[in-house]
């Protein structure tokens, strides 16, 4: 860009910005809190059409009517407020990907020294955060987006033209991206340019991330376009399991963690999926080996029992072998009782368990 061009932009851009400040101190000295600068003309990395990016935190609603909307010299602003507790509280936690408005923000005009003193608050948060290792805290994180993704993708599969199959598949990848910020504890600095030149820094991507990356935005027909979505979203995921296998202490069955557990699934399933079969309930049964299935992978989740696919058991036709499969499984489970020592609570009689349930 020639300098008197850049010239140009930056002194346009100073008046733009007074003129901003001006009406707040004119007319909304007790509504807005801060003004900064943020995106490519506080990076650095803008162009001739590039617009002006603030960032503007109302204290009340009468805040709101600093906002406005245009046009100049062919290029469109949008002045727009930003509450505290809703962008800037994501921002400070991590959940927002756009950290960098908060962490690096240009501050141009705040109200009062209180103010300043919020918003210092709300960024040494964040950079607290961001400061802390790879762990449970932002793979979590990543785990909404990489769901966000699989939503996505379903569009992509769902989608009946062209267009809104290239749309979904554009979800895929802005999640999937947010994802990898989460799984390096990172942020995005320089938006939505610089994504791939961003993200292709980090440790932790997949190996052939550029070329997943660049399928979907290349892909011609709706099967490739799908194709293209489900191998990028496939490779991050399998990726973000791996991360959670080494950066996650991974939980263990103790005789505290498991108490109650195995009652539970008693009580929840095993009546259910032998009285589905026994009545040859086949819908009955496929619901209750679906809920069986869920309980026992939340527990290997949350207590570290080991693992059951008792799904791949289900046959409508040979409901018998599902109920096999589960008493197998309710086997297996006491099992993990044994192992920590703690015995299933389990009596013949009332009086049995009036006595054990008063004297705890």
């Known amino acids: 860009m020639k300098e008197i061009i850049k010239k140009q932009l930056l002194d346009k851009n100073e008046?733009?910005?007074n003129m901003v400040i001006e009406?707040?101190?004119r007319d909304f000295m007790d509504d807005i809190a801060i003004i900064g600068l943020t995106g490519s003309f506080s990076?650095?990395?803008?162009?001739?059409?590039s617009d002006l990016d603030l960032i503007i935190i109302n204290n009340t609603e009468k805040g709101w009517g600093i906002?406005?909307?245009f046009i100049l010299d062919d290029v469109g602003y949008d002045i727009y407020c930003t509450p505290w507790d809703t962008r800037i509280q994501e921002q400070s936690t991590l959940e927002s990907p756009y950290v960098s408005s908060l962490t690096d923000l240009k501050i141009l005009y705040y109200a009062k020294p209180e103010d300043l003193e919020k918003w210092n608050a709300f960024r040494q948060k964040a950079l607290d955060e961001l400061a802390k290792p790879i762990g449970e805290a932002c793979l979590h994180r990543a785990q909404k987006w990489i769901g966000l993704a699989?939503?996505?993708y379903s569009d992509t599969m769902l989608g009946e033209d062209i267009g809104s199959v290239r749309y979904a598949s554009a979800d895929v990848l802005y999640n999937l991206v947010n994802a990898l910020v989460s799984m390096n504890n990172k942020c995005i600095k320089r938006g939505i340019k610089r994504y791939l030149e961003e993200i292709r820094t980090y440790r932790y991507v997949p190996d052939d991330l550029e070329s997943l990356y660049m399928s979907i935005i290349e892909a011609q027909t709706m099967e490739e376009i799908r194709m293209a979505?489900?191998?990028?979203?496939?490779?991050?995921?399998r990726l973000h399991r791996t991360m959670c296998d080494t950066f996650i202490v991974q939980p263990v069955p103790t005789f505290d963690n498991l108490k109650g557990t195995y009652e539970e699934l008693w009580?929840?399933?095993?009546?259910?999926l032998l009285n589905s079969v026994a009545t040859n309930d086949s819908s009955y049964a496929f619901f209750s080996a679906y809920g069986a299935q869920g309980y026992l992978d939340e527990m290997a989740a949350e207590k570290g029992t080991k693992t059951f696919d008792l799904m791949q058991y289900f046959d409508a036709s040979h409901l018998s072998v599902m109920q096999e499969k589960f008493l197998e499984v309710m086997d297996e489970y006491a099992e993990e009782y044994e192992k920590v020592g703690r015995e299933v609570q389990r009596f013949s009689t009332f009086e049995q368990l009036y006595a054990h349930y008063m004297n705890q």
């Not at 990076?43 to 059409?49: I, L, P």
């Not at 979505?229 to 995921?237: H, Q, R, Y």
Request: proline fraction near 0%.
């Open 267 to 272: 009580c929840n399933y095993h009546n259910k």
């Open 150 to 152: 699989k939503q996505a």
């Open 23 to 25: 009406r707040a101190k």
């Open 67 to 69: 906002s406005d909307c």
């Open 43 to 49: 990076t650095g990395d803008f162009h001739e059409k």
């Open 229 to 237: 979505s489900f191998n990028l979203l496939n490779s991050v995921t």
């Open 15 to 17: 008046r733009l910005l």
